[in-house]
């Protein structure tokens, strides 16, 4: 096997919570994965990665673990995993586990013991802190530092009993593991190790760039309300190369060739982006970046949501493209458990739901990197359509609620923004087929299914080879069939058009050309080869060089 297979390799994510259950209690888990496996490898896809099945209070829905090696009861017992990884292997595709090492649950008893007093061993595994100088613990303005938490409020919570803060960047529920010690290190790289001993391929890596923070802990830029942005004093912090290159010498070394790691990177720029997955410097095989996906949000974040500036899209997935062009590698997605549904989002879901889910579908799949398939997105589910707060389960929409209420913002202007971009709307169950709850679930879901699964739903798309489903079985057979997908250049073509998504890749004398028509109107472009053959479009009678009629997109070879 190739030490670079993933290039070619595509990825397709599940969220157990919402991919399939088993057992008539609402949630989904592993037996109900094991399942559905017949669907995944008709789609092609190499590479499963599993959102976290760890035990955990699921404060967080997983991502705020209490057990690193247990099995959450919720999805199963450590049996069905092997299981699942039994039946993932014979079917001839890796499974990848979700590592979350940025932070522990509060329930961990790692956490449970550093809390337990200031003089416990496993104390300074976490981020303790005296209140403010001059401050009382518990008065206001006493948080050792200002920073704001991703979930809203101040990213300390005090401790009554010993008088003193924790740190948690996430969820009070997710306090922040302290990387400057070494035993942390080692007791992570343990865990992974047991992991990869018992037949995973991989880590997708959580936050990993949130691991190493500015010393001494100190205030960030004033933000509006009160509290200070502290992300440049812990994201690609001054020791995180260091603690990668060492966890990939105690873990990864001599085995890296056959796994797959990927680091969740918010706030990663090119320069570190191309640190991190240079091959020479044995980090990750690449990097989950986030400049594309914030490309709507407004002043007051992510649910001050803002129309598309197609053009600005098209500059930074062009600037990823260009950057990573010669060392590091590129990850593609549109789709994630934390991500609005693309359709919806950057596409047509009303008038041209099919015909832009494949456009955008094309758009990403045909670029330079490793593409990521979010659960559902192949079969074009869209956003929930959840109109008040009460339907909303995720801490982030509820946090933000309360945040932006109290600055002054309207309510519709807040559930509009939530019903955009929130996160639940990745997380309604799949549609899976026409019957109640989707076929998810005998019982109740625990997020309910979005009416449109009597139409919008994997088994009519199975069926029909016009299907969005079978767009993207195409889409993933092309990458593993043609070196020019994996390994071609990139050139962004008409990049100032604000209608049209066009490039064209190149390996050995290929070109491939990309187009697309990413509006409901019709359009000309003139890049197309006139000799060239179609290769892949979405609309019925592909002209190379026509107009492209709303929501087109044609792909043609020249050899
Ligand atoms: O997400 C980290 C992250 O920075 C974002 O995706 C974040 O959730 C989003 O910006 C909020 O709007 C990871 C996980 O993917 C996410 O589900 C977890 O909640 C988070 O880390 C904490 O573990």
Redesign the pocket.
Known sequence: MANDWWKSAVVYQIYPRSFQDSNGDGVGDLQGIRSRLDHLEWLGVDVLWLSPIYASPHA??G??ISDYEAIDPAFGTLEDFDALLADVHARGMKLVMDL?V??TSDEHPWFVEARSSVDSPKRDWYWWRPPRAGFAAGQAGAEPTNWRA?FSGSTWELDPASGEYYLHL?HVK?PDLNWENPEVRSAVYAMMNRWLDRGVDGFRM??INLISKVLPLGDGEPLPGGLGNGFPLYANGPRVHEFLQEMHREVFSGRDAELLTVG?T?GVTTDHAVKFTDPDRAEVDMVFQ?DHVDVDHGPLG?FDTQPLDLVRLKAILDRWQVALAERGWNSLYWN???QPRVVSRFGDDRDHWAASAKALGAVLHLQRGTPYVYQGEEIGMTNAGFTSIDQYQDI?VHGAWDELRAIGVPDERILAGMAHVS?DNARTPVQWDASEHAGFTTGTPWLPATPNHTWLNAAAQREDPDSVAAFYRRLIALRHELPVIAHGTFEMLLPGDPQVFAYRRELDGTVLTVVANLSGDDVAVDVEDPGADVLVANLPDPVVGADLRPWEVRATLTA
């Open positions: 967080d829905n991502y705020d979350v940025n932070h991703f996430f997710q959580d936050v969740e918010p986030f992510k994630n458990h934390d982030e996160r």
